[in-house]
């Protein structure tokens, strides 16, 4: 037979076992996978567009929704964009308690996608403890925010609450906790001979490809490129604190989960150095400041609440355009907003990493076995609202 | 390696293809070029060592130009990664299409699909015109990141 | 048609009003509430991710909340559930695959919205791209918040069993 005659297209999802939001067109030969086509835009929900008609500060929410479980990072580069519009920098203290959101957001988002892995290579111990592990720091990031995951912090010009009373101590505990916590991982989950077989060698991306195709985050990273962009372009904190950039040089799906690992590791380092470190001072923008009437400004003084008084709302933004990035949990986020001077803004573009590694998914599954395709898909850290928005 | 400095290299490298070379400190180039020029301009810039796009962008000016911004920067050298190259090229409004650079970068496969999807451009020589990505198969009518495609709002300004 | 001993004879159709006599006990006070019982402690939600929401629902169902010992625990294949849980919006591509995911499932079976999204479509109330659950699906409980907290989860289960259990939702007829 002829290799089209035996050719058989096979649809997987949009709804299966993987839990994702996403079709996945496979051409198989037998067991082997000849092209798979990523099938998208089940979750689009044009943020982009409706961006247009909402005001700056009422994007923020709804730039944090497509990337639920990673929220910090839409939310600081979004701002940042608006900040450099506005020409404004957030006070010192302002940008640690920022550097220390988004390190706790990495951990537990790192944790959500190992947990997911898990479900996918058929390791429920996995998802298990990754995700009981991410509740402790959901409450850290609950205490410190209000919000167990949607937490729009951030805001122009600084963020919305200072340190809660007794927080260093809370976290000390939950850092020591998952330090005592992690060579059980290792024991169960990633010296485990059968997760071994099942993700090393498999989906390897080499170093050129990795380039060429603009992958993002630790997939990057996990293919021997040193690309780190609070390394690259620092912002917020990162440019006092002392960390590494983590790579392997493998490539592998097993490469890809290890950088997530001790991206863990790291993220801890800087958090205790970010509770040594951090300054004393205001927590929003004198500029702001300003603009709170005085008898609240009293009480955002006692509480360390940043209450807003209303004309905020109607933050005008010059026009002009501007581009940030950030590295959040799953890769590098990019916004580019262009502003007319309005009070919504004229074309925002949002890429998210998850976009931008979708194009693995037809790279890396070419020639492979069927079974092979969830311990790809799980490696890659993908989360389909993210790239869909 | 200086802002100024590779801005005054990118200036030399694209000067004769007519192209506009201006910059924003502390890490943005902006390179405007003509449409018919944007192939080779974007095969300059890689060969520099600006090796992959991070953002492709359509803005629309309704009944005058739509621009295309492509967000490009180095993985592999690290000294140009902190610095972004926006490449920039005008549309007539009646006529969006510029040729792809999918060859020049691979990594605009799904970004250049999505701006045809949402915002109805043609990218001549992507294998993907004309199919969807993002929205429902069966969508007709206007791309919806147009202005003119409108979505209900509440209140009276907002 | 039926011949007693004695020789009366009983026309009808007999497996028909086996079936009747059958519906008679089970719906009857004993039984009924045994089966009710059963059903609302047998909820198996099926793997359908629609939006966001998934990232709350997959805690909900992690140690700490641990909705398992309601009884309710997702699963695979939409044949073996009863539970469409959307989780989160819906988009109009996904619209269509959440009928095809209800269409499969035996009955009786119980669709919960999960979500200010599955209720009005939330934050993204003006998308283009979004559908109403309620516009396409029989929807049982809704749950609000954006995205609801893990215990809102539990509650619309506990919610979802109260109601089985009153006999609302699960009819036994002929
Ligand atoms: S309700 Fe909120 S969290 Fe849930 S799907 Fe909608 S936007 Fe996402």
Redesign the pocket.
């Given at each position: 037979m002829s290799l089209e005659e035996r050719e058989l297209e096979v649809l997987i999802g949009p709804q299966h076992p993987a839990s994702g939001h996403m079709r996945l067109v496979a051409k198989i030969d037998g067991d082997v996978v000849v092209e798979l086509r990523p099938n998208i835009g089940y979750v689009h929900r044009s943020v982009e567009k409706l961006a247009e008609v909402k005001k700056y500060l009422q994007i923020i929410p709804l730039v944090e929704?497509p990337s639920?479980a990673d929220t910090t990072a839409n939310n600081l580069t979004y701002v940042m964009a608006v900040e450099k519009l506005l020409g404004i920098e957030p006070p010192p203290r302002a940008q640690y308690l920022r550097t220390l959101l988004a390190e706790i957001n990495r951990i537990h988002s790192h944790f959500y996608g190992m947990g997911i892995h898990g479900v996918m290579i058929g390791s429920s111990t996995a998802y298990m403890w990754c995700f009981g592990d991410r509740e402790p720091l959901i409450e850290l990031a609950q205490e410190l925010t209000g919000a167990r995951l949607?937490y729009s912090y951030i805001v122009p010009g600084g963020v919305r609450r200072d340190l809660p009373q007794g927080f260093e101590d809370k976290v000390e505990k939950v850092m020591r906790y998952l330090e005592n916590r992690m060579p059980d991982y290792f024991d169960l989950y990633f010296n485990n001979p059968v997760t071994r077989a099942r993700l090393e060698g498999v989906g390897v991306l080499s170093r050129e490809d990795a380039i060429r195709l603009g992958v993002a985050g630790p997939n990057l990273r996990a293919s021997g490129v040193p690309y780190d962009v609070r390394k690259v372009e620092p912002y917020a904190a990162y440019p006092e604190l002392d960390f590494e950039v983590v790579t392997e040089e493998a490539g592998d799906a097993f490469a890809r989960v290890m950088v997530r690992v001790r991206e863990i590791q790291e993220s801890i380092k800087i958090i205790r150095q970010v509770l040594k470190k951090i300054p004393d001072g205001p927590i929003l923008n004198e500029k702001y400041m300003k603009m709170i009437p005085p008898n609240l400004r009293k009480q955002v003084e006692e509480t360390g609440r940043i209450k807003f008084p209303g004309v905020f709302a109607n933050l005008r933004v010059p026009a002009g355009e501007a581009i940030a990035r950030v590295e959040g949990g799953r890769g590098e986020v990019i916004f580019h907003i262009v502003s007319d001077g309005k009070m919504s803004p004229y074309r925002m573009r949002m890429v998210t990493p998850s976009f931008r590694n979708v194009i693995l998914f037809e790279h890396l599954t070419r020639g492979v076995r069927v079974a092979d395709i969830p311990a790809i898909y799980g490696s890659l850290d993908y989360f389909p609202?993210e790239a869909d928005r | 390696m200086k802002f100024e400095e590779l801005k005054g290299l990118i200036e030399e490298k694209v000067r004769d293809l007519g192209a506009e070379v201006s910059g924003k400190e502390p890490n943005v180039i902006e390179v405007k070029v003509p449409r018919e020029k944007v192939v080779e301009a974007a095969m300059r810039l890689r060969d520099m060592g600006f090796d992959h796009v991070k953002a492709v962008t359509a803005v629309d000016y309704p009944n005058e130009r739509f621009e295309v911004v492509y967000v490009s920067s180095s993985y592999s050298n690290l000294d140009l990664a902190y610095f972004l190259v926006n490449l920039r090229t005008d549309l007539p409004y009646d006529d969006p299409r510029m040729p792809s650079l999918l060859e020049v970068w691979p990594s605009v496969l799904y970004q250049e699909h999505e701006e045809h999807d949402l915002m109805g451009i043609v990218f001549e020589g992507h294998p993907r015109m004309g199919e969807r990505l993002l929205l429902p198969e069966n969508y007709e009518g206007i791309p919806p990141l147009r202005k003119e495609f409108k979505v209900k709002t509440e209140g009276i300004n907002a | 048609m039926v011949c007693a001993l004695d020789g009366s004879m009983w026309v009808g159709n007999l497996e028909k009003a086996a079936r009747k006599a059958a519906a008679w006990l089970v719906n009857k006070t004993p039984i009924r509430s045994l089966r009710e019982w059963g059903i609302a402690f047998s909820l198996w939600p099926v793997h359908f991710t629609?939006?966001?929401?998934g990232a709350?629902f997959g805690a909900s169902a992690a140690p700490k909340f641990d909705t398992e010992r309601f009884g309710f625990l997702p699963f695979i294949a939409s044949r073996q559930c009863n539970v469409l849980f959307i989780?989160?919006?819906l988009s109009k591509k996904m619209a269509e695959a959440a009928i095809w995911v209800y269409e499969q499932m035996p009955d009786p079976k119980f669709v919960i919205a999960?979500?200010?999204?599955?209720i009005d479509g939330?934050?993204?109330w003006n998308s283009y791209n979004v559908v109403r659950p309620k516009d396409i699906l029989p929807v049982h409980v809704y749950i609000p918040?954006?995205?609801?907290r893990p215990e809102a989860v539990a509650q619309a289960i506990i919610m979802l069993q109260r109601k089985i259990r009153e006999g609302e939702l699960v009819t036994y007829e002929v």
């Open positions: 929704r639920l949607t609202p | - | 629609t939006a966001c929401c709350e989780e989160g919006t999960m979500g200010a999204c599955g939330g934050i993204f918040g954006c995205p609801p």
